[in-house]
């Protein structure tokens, strides 16, 4: 079956530093990926999206990697800010053509001043 | 536009009572999308719909649970007889579904607490 797998469940850091979060899958080829940031009692705020034929993609202090031989996304912070602790999730397209997302479990991230 | 919104953003129900939630999407937007999330797990897919028709729904969703959009905006979703496992956050998201590659926008959530 499907499974998504976010490195760790919580990540502490030191501000300034670079955060690298890892999303694994198994059993899909999804045509994309995306990368959302949670904010405790809040929905999912969408950050990046890389495509398959696509390496690497940049916004701001953030990078997304995208290794569809590894299966893996790699989403890297840099210059980390205590504003920047959040939950971070990936989410792929489901098995029926994008009309459906599965998410990891998230990975919690804390950046420490 | 001021993006998603859902209503209410708190219910406390007693087991075995009904429950309905609506969800107001992007006003362009027609695709509109209901998950379920539990404390530290990502967001589960339920349903979804394009334009009014609802297109597809999770495995994992009981015949206790039913979602409609019937003119293609604002969406309901109902729980019947509520368990206390059906405490969690529900959220919905819209999108707009002409691009091949799209990105979601969530609601704030309602938290639901079956007692």
């Known amino acids: 079956s499907q499974k998504i797998e976010q490195n760790s469940e919580a990540l502490n850091i030191q501000e300034g530093k670079t955060a690298t979060l890892t999303c694994n899958y198994t059993?899909?080829?999804?045509?994309?990926l995306q990368w959302y940031r949670q904010d405790p009692g809040r929905g999912p705020v969408f950050l990046l999206l890389?495509?398959?034929?696509?390496k690497e993609k940049r916004k701001e202090r953030l990078k997304v990697t995208f290794d569809t031989t590894l299966k893996q996304s790699l989403f890297h912070i840099t210059a980390s800010q205590p504003a920047d602790s959040a939950t971070y999730l990936c989410?792929?397209?489901?098995?029926?053509?994008?009309?459906?997302?599965?998410f990891g479990p998230g990975t919690r991230l804390s950046v420490l001043p | 536009d001021t993006g998603v919104s859902q209503d209410p953003r708190h219910k406390i129900t007693k087991r075995g009572q009904n429950v309905t939630f609506r969800c107001d999407p992007i006003?362009?937007?027609?695709?509109l999308y209901w998950y379920r999330q539990t404390l530290g797990q990502g967001p589960e897919f339920l349903t979804y719909?394009?334009?009014?028709?609802?297109?597809?729904k999770s495995r994992l969703l009981s015949d206790r649970f039913s979602a409609e959009r019937p003119k293609g905006s604002f969406s309901t979703l109902e729980i019947q007889r509520t368990e206390q496992g059906d405490s969690a956050m529900y959220l919905c998201?819209?999108?707009?579904?002409?691009?091949?590659?799209?990105?979601?926008?969530f609601g704030p959530g309602t938290r639901l607490t079956v007692t």
């Open positions: 059993n899909y080829s999804p045509a994309y």
């Open positions: 890389i495509r398959e034929n696509e």
């Open positions: 989410a792929l397209e489901g098995d029926n053509y994008g009309q459906n997302f599965v």
């Open positions: 006003s362009e937007h027609n695709r």
């Open positions: 998201a819209s999108s707009f579904s002409e691009l091949r590659y799209y990105e979601q926008y």
């Open positions: 719909f394009q334009n009014e028709a609802q297109l597809e």
